[in-house]
Structure formats: C-alpha cells, structure tokens
C-alpha cells in the first residue's frame, strides 16, 4: 500500500522560510492528486492552510503558499512567524478515490 | 456558516461497535457538491481518514483500505445528519474521532472532535 511522506520535523529561524514536503513511497505528487495542507496546534481540529495544489481559503495569510517541486507537494511558509510553531499534515487523493494522511511534520520556530 | 456537531459515547467495550453521529446545520446532507467525512487521530496513528458519503443522485460511500471490512458510514436524511459506525474495536481504534465536510476538495468545516477510548 502507497504511504505518503513527510519529514517528522524541521526547524526554521523566525523571519526564514521553510518547505515542507508530501510525497508518495511510489510514485510521483501531482495536481491530479488535489493535496491539501492542515496546520494543526494541541487539542484543536486541523486548520486547512491550503487545498487543491496552491489555493488558500480565504483569512489564510499569503505567506503559506502550495506547489507541486519535482515529484512531491510542497508548502512554503515565508517570513516565519513564532506562532507557526505547529504541526503540519498533508492529504493526498488517492487514484482509488480515498484519501491518505501523511504523518505530518512538527514544525519549530527558533 | 455551517456547523458540524458531533454526538456518541466516549468509552466502548473491545469488541463492540462504535457509534457516533454527526449533525450539519447550514448545508445539507443532500449537497451536490459536499462528502461527508469521518476522520480520527491517535498518537500511534497520526491523522487517518476513515471514509465519507456523499450524494450525487445517489448515495455514494468510500472506505479507507484499513477499515473497510469494519466500517459504515451513512446518512440520516430526516435528521440532516451521518453517522460512524466501527465494529469489532479494539484499544487500538481508541483516538479523536472527527466529522469533516469536503467541498469542492477543501476540508473547510469540522466537528469538535469526540474522545473514544476502547477498554473493558
């Protein structure tokens, strides 16, 4: 069964900026796959940040941003602030019509 | 603005089945454009969808491969409303459990989350 991947972590500076990763253990990432990004803090339901490759929903801060970069999805997150210390997850539409969470990334600002 | 709210025991026996439910105001059941989604987290887990229903003309269901022989997922049209139902649990089916509406490929409203804890 296809796993999708994301670094367990990563650390930025605040005022930096970071891409986080999704991808597949087989296979390549792209738009037909419609990834979506969650941000997610303790005891709180995910957040999404964003949807469908690249589009924000509205009240989503312009420096999170999505892309396909190669083979994986990606989300860029520019001019780091200390409350984007979370975790972050993405979700991959599977050719099977379901849909995978990846393990999701803890991201810290320091 | 719609709402999801989200109703069920939070213990259950191994073995038994849990129910849950999960009520929507500002939308309906019957969109045509909206999957109704159950969704769960645990720590060994991670976030993990489990399946969703949704109607287009007729009533459609999908189902994660690692649930699929447990699971149903359906709607209560009278109550506006789609329930969970996972049979045969075990303590590892203990997790946050989340209703989740999809539209357009966009999770944009949840539930509150439900605690279910499996033990005797």
């Known amino acids: 069964q296809t796993v999708v991947t994301q670094e367990p972590s990563f650390s930025v500076s605040p005022g930096g900026t970071v891409t986080l990763t999704c991808g597949l253990t087989?296979?390549?990432?792209?738009?037909?796959?419609?990834p979506s990004w969650f941000q997610q803090t303790p005891g709180q339901a995910p957040r999404t940040l964003i949807y469908?490759?690249?589009t924000r929903p509205s009240g989503v801060p312009d420096r999170f941003s999505g892309s396909i970069l190669g083979t994986k999805a990606a989300l860029t997150i520019t001019g780091a602030q200390a409350d984007d210390e979370s975790d972050y997850y993405c979700?991959?539409?599977?050719?099977?019509?379901?849909?995978?969470f990846g393990g999701g990334t803890k991201l810290t600002v320091l | 603005q719609v709402q999801l709210q989200q109703s069920g025991p939070g213990l259950v026996k191994p073995s038994q089945t849990l129910s849950l439910t999960c009520a929507i105001s500002?939308?309906?059941?019957?969109?045509?454009?909206?999957?109704w989604n159950w969704i769960r987290q645990s720590p060994s887990r991670g976030l993990e969808w489990l399946g969703r229903?949704?109607?287009?003309?007729?009533?459609?269901?999908d189902y994660a491969v690692s649930v699929k022989s447990r699971i149903i997922i359906n709607a209560d049209t009278s109550k506006n409303q789609f329930s969970l139902q996972l049979k045969s649990v075990t303590p590892e089916d203990t997790a946050v459990y989340y209703c989740?509406?999809?539209?357009?490929?966009?999770?944009?409203?949840w539930g509150q989350g439900t605690l279910v804890t499996v033990s005797s």
């Open positions: 989740a509406r999809d539209r357009d490929w966009n999770y944009d409203y």
């Open positions: 500002g939308d309906s059941v019957f969109s045509n454009s909206a999957a």
């Open positions: 229903t949704y109607y287009r003309s007729k009533w459609y269901n």
């Open positions: 087989s296979g390549s990432v792209s738009t037909s796959y419609y």
């Open positions: 469908s490759t690249n």
């Open positions: 979700v991959l539409y599977m050719p099977s019509a379901i849909w995978v």
